[in-house]
């Protein structure tokens, strides 16, 4: 039986927030990223992607912090048996579901069970959550099943996908990357999205933003250098973009913003 201590849908705390619980929260923590996170794993530090989701189990140590919006939905839970090896979810890691949107919709409906009074409340929460576990547990199994009927492709775009991303400055079109595993650009879009649950422009702005922010903390560079050394050929666009997602323009980026505790 599966027993729901507290959740929340779509909660926002202050920008650049952190939640730091060196010896976890006592149960199981069910997160869903609503906005970009970074997740602290043993000695890495991961920079999700929207609706990104992980499940910490009881005991595991939990860190992560908004890079700037922190917005997420979530729930803390109890159960006898461990669901994530019961459904073959991944525990205490990073993950991406194939349907956000139902995962969205399950947490929703248990934030109004969890505070309502309704009859057979417990008996709902409990088959809310095991559906929420099983929807995830499906989708990561057909995703491995795709990966394991296209695994002659698989290391190619894992291959090319990171030297794209190490070398974020270069020209990377669409003509270069399907010319690089030899397919078609329809085709070379799909496997890309179910390898690696995004798309090329997606990853290579997010790498682009993250060298961007780097160089800016050496006082040599001007905007204008940055920008092309991050492969912006528009300091206009480059200008518009950073502010976006960083919520200030390049030239007023200066420090890291610290460290801190927060609510969840």
Same mark, same amino acid.
């Given at each position: 039986?599966?027993?729901? $201590?507290? &959740?929340?849908? #779509?909660?926002?705390?202050? =920008?650049? =927030?952190?939640?730091?619980r060196?010896?976890?929260?006592?149960? *199981?923590?069910?997160?869903?990223?609503?906005?970009?996170?970074?997740v602290?794993l /043993?000695?890495?530090?991961?920079?999700?992607?929207?609706?990104?989701?992980?499940?910490?189990?009881?005991?595991?140590s939990?860190?992560?912090?908004?890079?700037?919006?922190?917005?997420?939905?979530?729930?803390?839970?109890?159960?006898?048996? $461990?669901?994530?090896?019961?459904?073959?979810?991944?525990?205490?890691?990073?993950?991406?579901?194939? /349907?956000?949107?139902?995962? =969205?919709?399950?947490?929703?409906?248990?934030?109004q069970?969890?505070?309502?009074?309704?009859?057979?409340?417990?008996?709902?929460?409990?088959? +809310?959550?095991?559906?929420?576990?099983?929807?995830?547990?499906?989708?990561?199994?057909?995703?491995?099943?795709?990966?394991? =009927?296209t695994?002659?492709?698989?290391?190619? %775009?894992?291959? +090319?996908? +990171?030297?794209?991303?190490?070398? &974020?400055?270069? #020209?990377?079109?669409?003509?270069?990357?399907?010319?690089?595993?030899?397919?078609?650009?329809?085709?070379?879009?799909?496997?890309?999205?179910? %390898? %690696?649950?995004s798309?090329?422009?997606?990853?290579? +702005?997010?790498?682009?933003?993250?060298?961007?922010?780097?160089?800016?903390? #050496?006082?040599?560079?001007?905007?204008?250098?940055?920008?092309q050394?991050?492969?912006?050929?528009?300091?206009?666009? %480059?200008?518009?973009?950073?502010?976006?997602?960083?919520? &200030?323009?390049?030239?007023? *980026?200066?420090?890291?913003?610290?460290?801190?505790?927060?609510?969840?």
């Amino acid at each position: 039986m599966y027993q729901l $201590n507290f &959740c929340e849908y #779509n909660r926002s705390n202050h =920008d650049y =927030d952190t939640i730091f619980r060196p010896s976890g929260s006592g149960d *199981y923590l069910f997160l869903q990223f609503k906005a970009p996170m970074k997740v602290y794993l /043993d000695d890495k530090i991961l920079i999700t992607k929207e609706n990104a989701c992980i499940l910490y189990t009881p005991g595991t140590s939990q860190h992560y912090q908004a890079v700037r919006r922190f917005y997420n939905s979530y729930l803390h839970f109890s159960s006898d048996e $461990n669901p994530a090896r019961h459904f073959r979810i991944p525990e205490n890691t990073v993950f991406y579901p194939e /349907d956000p949107i139902q995962i =969205d919709l399950y947490i929703s409906r248990l934030q109004q069970e969890y505070f309502s009074a309704f009859p057979f409340r417990e008996d709902s929460i409990h088959a +809310l959550i095991s559906l929420l576990l099983l929807s995830i547990g499906r989708g990561m199994n057909r995703a491995h099943v795709q990966k394991e =009927d296209t695994g002659h492709l698989y290391p190619l %775009f894992q291959s +090319l996908r +990171l030297q794209m991303l190490t070398e &974020c400055g270069e #020209n990377w079109n669409v003509e270069r990357l399907c010319k690089c595993v030899n397919l078609e650009k329809s085709q070379f879009y799909a496997y890309y999205r179910s %390898f %690696f649950s995004s798309t090329p422009k997606n990853d290579l +702005l997010q790498a682009r933003l993250e060298k961007a922010k780097y160089l800016l903390s #050496n006082e040599a560079l001007q905007v204008k250098e940055v920008a092309q050394l991050c492969g912006f050929q528009n300091q206009v666009h %480059f200008t518009r973009y950073f502010k976006a997602c960083c919520g &200030c323009p390049p030239g007023a *980026y200066a420090q890291k913003v610290p460290l801190k505790n927060g609510v969840s």
